[in-house]
C-alpha cells in the first residue's frame, strides 16, 4: 500500500504494527504522521537530532494510543470511568481530507475525526523548518457543548537534569503529585522528580532549554488557555507497558490546551480553534 499524495514530498504507506502513515519531506524537515489518531509520531530538522520522542516501546495497534510524538486528547483530559482516558480522539483512525504544497514549500496535512457527535473535530499540520498543528472543533449540533483538548506533546531531550522551562512563573496549577492548587514561584522549572501539573490561565510561548543538545525548543501557541508539564520519572515509567524503564531521561511533556475550569464551551454554530507552533533554535 503506497499512495502518493504529493509527489517528492507526501506519501502514505504502512508503518508500524501495519497501521497507515503519512511520510514527508520537506526542504528543512522529515515528519510522520498515522491516521491513527492523526498521530505525528516523528518531526526532524536536516542534520539534528528528532525534536519529538517515541517510545521504543510503543504499541501501534487499533484499540492503542500510541507512545510519543503528538497524541490528540480529546473530548476529555486524564481518566473518566467507564471510557478511555485522555478520550477517543488518539485512538481512533482519522481521516486524511486534503493534503497540499505551499508556494514556499510547506507541506499542509488536514485531517477529519469521524464521529457520530455534534462536535466537528479537524486537525492541520504543517510541515516545514517548524511544525505547525491546528486543531479545529464546530459546533454542528442544535445544542452547546463542552469539551477539554490537549496536544500532548512529547519532547526529545538530552538529558532530564540538563533541562530547564521558561514561561510558566507565576501560572497557577493543579499538581496531581501533591494534589492541590499551587502558583509556579520558580523562575524556570526544573525536574528532579515525578511531575505532573496542569498550569491553567496561561497563554505563554513555552522554551524548553536543552543544555545536553545546545538547543532551545519553543512552544508557541493561540487559542489555548492550559499547559500541562509532564514526566513520568521512575516509580510511572516502571508501571508503564509501553514505555522503557529509563525513557524518562531523555523525555519531557510540554501540552497545550484547554483542560479543568479552562475547558470549551461552544454554541451551536461556534468554533474553537487551537494553534501550537514548535521550532528550535541554538540557546541564547
Ligand atoms: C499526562 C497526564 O498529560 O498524561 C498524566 O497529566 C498521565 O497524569 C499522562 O499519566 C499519560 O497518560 P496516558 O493515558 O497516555 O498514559
Same mark, same amino acid.
Given at each position: 500500500?503506497?499512495?502518493?499524495?504529493?509527489?517528492? *514530498?507526501?506519501?502514505?504507506?504502512?508503518?508500524?504494527?501495519?497501521?497507515?502513515?503519512?511520510?514527508?519531506?520537506?526542504?528543512?524537515?522529515?515528519?510522520?504522521?498515522?491516521?491513527?489518531?492523526?498521530?505525528?509520531?516523528?518531526?526532524?530538522?536536516?542534520?539534528?537530532?528528532?525534536?519529538?520522542?517515541?517510545?521504543?516501546?510503543?504499541?501501534?495497534?487499533?484499540?492503542?494510543?500510541?507512545?510519543?510524538?503528538?497524541?490528540?486528547?480529546?473530548?476529555?483530559?486524564?481518566?473518566?470511568?467507564?471510557?478511555?482516558?485522555?478520550?477517543?480522539?488518539?485512538?481512533?483512525?482519522?481521516?486524511?481530507?486534503? @493534503?497540499?504544497?505551499?508556494?514556499?514549500?510547506?507541506?499542509?496535512?488536514?485531517?477529519?475525526?469521524?464521529?457520530?457527535? +455534534?462536535?466537528?473535530?479537524?486537525?492541520?499540520?504543517?510541515?516545514?523548518?517548524?511544525?505547525?498543528?491546528?486543531?479545529?472543533?464546530?459546533?454542528?449540533?442544535?445544542?452547546?457543548?463542552?469539551?477539554?483538548?490537549?496536544?500532548?506533546?512529547?519532547?526529545?531531550?538530552?538529558?532530564?537534569?540538563?533541562?530547564?522551562?521558561?514561561?510558566?512563573?507565576?501560572?497557577? *496549577?493543579?499538581?496531581?503529585?501533591?494534589?492541590?492548587?499551587?502558583?509556579?514561584?520558580?523562575?524556570?522549572?526544573?525536574?528532579? @522528580?515525578?511531575?505532573?501539573?496542569?498550569?491553567?490561565?496561561?497563554?505563554?510561548?513555552?522554551?524548553?532549554?536543552?543544555?545536553?543538545?545546545?538547543?532551545?525548543?519553543?512552544?508557541?501557541?493561540?487559542?489555548?488557555? @492550559?499547559?500541562?508539564?509532564?514526566?513520568?520519572?521512575?516509580?510511572? +515509567?516502571?508501571?508503564?507497558?509501553?514505555?522503557?524503564?529509563?525513557? *524518562?531521561?531523555?523525555?519531557?511533556?510540554?501540552?497545550?490546551?484547554?483542560?479543568?475550569?479552562?475547558?470549551?464551551?461552544?454554541?451551536?454554530?461556534?468554533?474553537?480553534?487551537?494553534?501550537?507552533?514548535?521550532?528550535?533554535?541554538?540557546?541564547?
Amino acid at each position: 500500500m503506497i499512495q502518493e499524495l504529493i509527489p517528492h *514530498y507526501a506519501v502514505m504507506l504502512e508503518g508500524q504494527g501495519g497501521l497507515p502513515k503519512v511520510v514527508i519531506k520537506t526542504e528543512w524537515s522529515d515528519a510522520e504522521i498515522y491516521l491513527h489518531g492523526a498521530h505525528v509520531t516523528h518531526f526532524q530538522k536536516k542534520g539534528e537530532t528528532p525534536l519529538l520522542f517515541l517510545s521504543e516501546l510503543s504499541e501501534f495497534e487499533s484499540s492503542k494510543p500510541i507512545r510519543g510524538g503528538i497524541p490528540i486528547i480529546f473530548p476529555w483530559f486524564g481518566p473518566r470511568e467507564g471510557f478511555p482516558a485522555h478520550g477517543y480522539a488518539r485512538t481512533t483512525d482519522w481521516k486524511l481530507k486534503q @493534503s497540499a504544497l505551499s508556494s514556499t514549500g510547506e507541506v499542509m496535512i488536514h485531517f477529519l475525526l469521524p464521529s457520530e457527535e +455534534s462536535l466537528e473535530t479537524e486537525l492541520i499540520v504543517r510541515v516545514a523548518q517548524q511544525l505547525s498543528l491546528e486543531m479545529i472543533v464546530t459546533n454542528r449540533g442544535e445544542n452547546e457543548a463542552t469539551f477539554e483538548n490537549c496536544l500532548h506533546t512529547y519532547f526529545q531531550i538530552g538529558a532530564i537534569d540538563s533541562i530547564s522551562i521558561e514561561g510558566l512563573t507565576g501560572s497557577s *496549577y493543579l499538581d496531581k503529585v501533591t494534589p492541590g492548587t499551587f502558583t509556579e514561584a520558580a523562575g524556570s522549572v526544573t525536574i528532579a @522528580s515525578e511531575v505532573d501539573r496542569v498550569y491553567l490561565d496561561t497563554t505563554a510561548t513555552i522554551e524548553i532549554t536543552d543544555r545536553k543538545l545546545g538547543r532551545t525548543i519553543r512552544v508557541a501557541k493561540s487559542g489555548s488557555n @492550559s499547559t500541562v508539564v509532564w514526566n513520568p520519572w521512575i516509580a510511572k +515509567s516502571q508501571r508503564m507497558p509501553d514505555f522503557g524503564d529509563a525513557e *524518562y531521561l531523555q523525555m519531557l511533556c510540554v501540552e497545550s490546551g484547554n483542560l479543568a475550569s479552562n475547558k470549551i464551551t461552544l454554541a451551536p454554530g461556534a468554533k474553537s480553534v487551537m494553534t501550537v507552533e514548535i521550532s528550535n533554535a541554538p540557546p541564547a
